[in-house]
């Protein structure tokens, strides 16, 4: 990693890091520099969002959105299988027989997130990462939906999420902490 950081390219106005993320001086970000971020977003956020009541409390259990490196790689993990396994169920409208196919040829979305995490094993990522999404796919064959493909950004997913982030632990819906009532914010 040492190695990659120290990369450079010849841009317009001189040498330019390769490495993607960068700091405010615009040198490479070290990857544990995310949790200084992540504490200090998740500061400010207590600050602007917290009542004065609930100041000083577990940040888990107040109003305020509470992040962490981790829990961002859970979400993406999260967000990606529902799209993936909605894309191949409806999207592509694919029979039994030819989800089958598409599997053997590019994988299943388990698989595809599997790799889009870096996990060693398929078996991981499908007992241990992503256990609060076991019972996704049953939800989405019970919920009505529209039959007809949807344009990006399937706003018909986000009542999915909604609920899934209502009936979950551990899953935090932004719109939910800030009208806890239930209704429009």
């Known amino acids: 990693m ?10 317009p106005h001189g040498p330019e890091p390769l490495w993607l993320w960068l700091n405010e001086q615009g040198m490479p970000f070290r990857p544990h520099s995310w949790d200084g971020v992540f504490r200090t977003a998740n500061q400010r956020c207590a600050k602007v969002l917290t009542p004065p009541k609930y100041l000083g409390m577990d940040p888990h259990q107040v109003l305020a959105p509470y992040a962490t490196p981790h829990s961002a790689r859970h979400s993406f993990a999260l967000y990606m299988l529902v799209v993936l396994n909605y894309l191949m169920d409806r999207r592509f409208g694919l029979s039994p027989a030819e989800r089958r196919d598409f599997r053997l040829l590019y994988g299943d979305p388990w698989f595809m997130v599997q790799n889009l995490l870096g996990h060693a094993s398929r078996q991981t990522t499908v007992d241990i990462y992503l256990a609060p999404v076991a019972d996704l796919q049953l939800r989405a064959m019970l919920a009505t939906a529209d039959d007809d493909p949807q344009q990006a950004p399937m706003p018909e997913l986000d009542e999915v999420f909604t609920r899934i982030a209502q009936e979950s632990e551990g899953i935090q819906d932004l719109d939910d902490r800030l009208d806890p009532s239930g209704g429009v914010a």
């Open 2 to 11: 040492r190695e990659r950081m120290m990369l450079f390219t010849e841009g």
